[in-house]
């Protein structure tokens, strides 16, 4: 039997970035309801690595440099917030973070990608660029064959999981509605905003928010938009638990507050929808983890896991409203940006009007590249 349901505002997708614009709209006294698919689907909330980081965002599209700062800095109020309304502590440290570089072309090509994102900001970034000696002055347990690397002081990391389930459970007690087992098959526009279909369940809803990671293609495509979002799948490590030796987070490895810790990642752009991990990928990542950190020659990998990340052509996040009353919400960094996505974006879909420092996160832009190519 069909089932039908009413809501101001439909937001499709049911991962970190869904649930941050959702929990947002919540608390801004919107009524909300959460269409999401089953449990095998798949998350890249439930496989990501944890970083709440800004090094390097910007790199191909300026305007993304100051967007994730500003995310960083309201991120501790996110935190205390979700501490205080569900009691879940989400473990946010944001102690600076490093990127380690083994060869003198990496470390090369890590200064001038760092240069790109301080230009975007006028200098208004603070980062170094490190050499062997300076990183294990700031780290002695990195290797002595490591070419050096880059550190920032506004980056740091969140427990992923803990932030997906508090997330979820603000949503929830805020009043939302949540839809599971509902893939969206079909979406037509209504006389009064858009009809959702499952195949189960109908829903009427003013608003539409396209929040589903690699799913929003196909959304998408229900409503006439190329939505050029690709899969690049990620492969990650975990160790058995180890002693903290350092305090600083690395995108190539940190502790948990659980005590193990996670080694990352392959950047996998043939991986299609596979989340395999393969013998070759884990031996690299293991062979890349010993040279900067040798101590972890004693250590056992207990795991390892792949995920798809949701790529767009730039790496970077798309905010449109692609027709009128449906917004697409989609980027690579739903932990990193999950504050900005919780305020900022939340209020451009209660209001319908792009902020300025939103406005050129549409699909127009690759529009341009593509002429511009041609
Ligand atoms: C290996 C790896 C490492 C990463 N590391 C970091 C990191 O350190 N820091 C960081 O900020 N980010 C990181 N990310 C990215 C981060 O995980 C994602 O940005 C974030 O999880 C994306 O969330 P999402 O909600 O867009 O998508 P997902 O988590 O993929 O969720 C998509 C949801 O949409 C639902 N869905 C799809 N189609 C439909 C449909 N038709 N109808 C209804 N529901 C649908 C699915 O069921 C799913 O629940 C990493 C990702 C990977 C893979």
Redesign the pocket.
């Known amino acids: 039997m069909n089932t039908s349901h009413k809501a101001e505002i439909a937001v ?7 649930l941050s614009v959702a929990t947002g709209l919540m608390r801004l006294g919107r009524q909300v309801v959460v ?3 089953g449990d095998g ?5 439930r ?7 800004v090094q390097g965002k910007g790199d191909m599209l300026p305007l993304y440099t100051p967007w994730a700062m500003g995310a960083v800095e309201i991120w501790p109020d996110l935190a205390e917030w979700l501490q205080d309304f569900t009691g879940i502590d989400v473990a946010l440290e944001q102690p600076g973070g490093l990127f380690l570089c083994r060869s003198e072309e990496d470390l090369a090509l890590r200064a001038k990608k760092m240069a790109t994102v301080a230009q975007n900001v006028r200098g208004a970034y603070s980062y170094s660029m490190l050499d062997n000696k300076a990183l294990r002055e700031l780290v002695p347990q990195i290797g002595p064959d490591v070419a050096g690397g880059s550190y920032s002081p506004y980056d740091g990391q969140a427990d ?1 999981l803990r932030l997906f389930h508090a997330l979820h459970r603000a949503f929830g007690k805020l009043g939302g509605s949540y839809l599971p087992g ?3 098959k079909a979406i037509t526009a209504t006389a009064r905003g858009y009809r959702l279909e499952t195949g189960c369940d109908s829903i009427e809803a003013e608003r539409i928010v396209l ?5 929003n293609a ?2 998408g495509r229900m409503l006439g938009v190329d939505i050029p979002v690709k899969p690049v799948r ?1 492969q ?1 490590l975990v160790t058995e638990r180890v002693p903290k030796v350092f305090d600083l987070v690395m995108e190539q490895a940190r502790h948990t507050p659980d005590g193990t810790m996670l080694i ?2 392959s950047w996998e752009e043939d991986s299609g929808h596979d989340t395999a991990t393969s013998q070759e990928v884990t031996r690299r990542i293991a062979s890349d983890a010993l040279a900067f950190f040798p101590f972890l020659k004693r250590v056992n990998v207990l795991r390892s896991w792949g ?4 790529i767009s052509p730039d790496a970077s996040p798309i905010y449109d409203e692609v027709a009128p009353d449906a917004f697409l919400v ?8 999950a504050a900005v996505h919780l305020e900022t974006v939340a209020d451009w879909v209660d209001k319908g009007e792009i902020p300025a420092q939103m406005a050129d996160f549409g699909l127009r832009r690759f529009h341009r590249a593509k002429a511009a190519a041609s």
Do not use: K, M, Q, Y
Request: charged residues 10%; contains cysteine.
């Open positions: 499709i997708g049911g991962g970190t970035v869904a269409i999401d698919e689907a798949s998350r890249a909330s496989g990501n690595f944890g970083l709440v980081w992923p509902a893939g969206v929040a589903a990671g690699l799913g196909d959304l990620g990650i990352g990642g995920a798809l990340r949701i989609t980027c690579h960094s739903g932990v990193s940006l």
